[in-house]
């Protein structure tokens, strides 16, 4: 079992920045790629960024240039640097950890940008 912990989220204004941290404990030698995903109110859960063990970064389109996601493979942790935010960037952000048979998910935190 993997156990995430999100933080980080809050209020924001538009072109301002947040950072969210994501720190995993328990079968952590088993996991490979970790991300960061959110969920706006009556939408899907999307991707936002990945990054696998040797730090292969993946964005969605909408955040490319503007948040930036690291990994830090001796202390579990997978943070989410988060530049020029819009309102269209309010969401529950997820933390993801990826091992080889099952996917495990943080409690979400909540990320609010005001126009």
């Known amino acids: 079992q993997v156990q995430l912990v999100e933080s980080g989220g809050g209020l924001v204004q538009a072109g301002g920045s947040l950072r969210l941290s994501c720190a995993a404990s328990?079968?952590?030698?088993?996991?490979?790629?970790m991300g960061w995903y959110r969920q706006a109110p009556g939408n899907q859960r999307d991707v936002v960024a990945t990054?696998?063990?040797?730090?292969?970064?993946n964005y969605a389109d909408s955040v490319k240039g503007r948040f930036t996601i690291s990994r830090d493979n001796a202390k579990n942790t997978a943070d989410l640097q988060m530049n020029s935010l819009k309102p269209e960037d309010t969401a529950v952000y997820y933390c993801?950890?990826?091992?080889?048979?099952?996917?495990?998910w943080g409690q979400g935190t909540q990320v609010t940008v005001s126009s």
């Open positions: 993801n950890a990826q091992t080889l048979f099952k996917n495990y």
């Open positions: 328990g079968s952590i030698s088993g996991i490979r790629a």
């Open positions: 990054i696998t063990r040797t730090g292969d970064t």
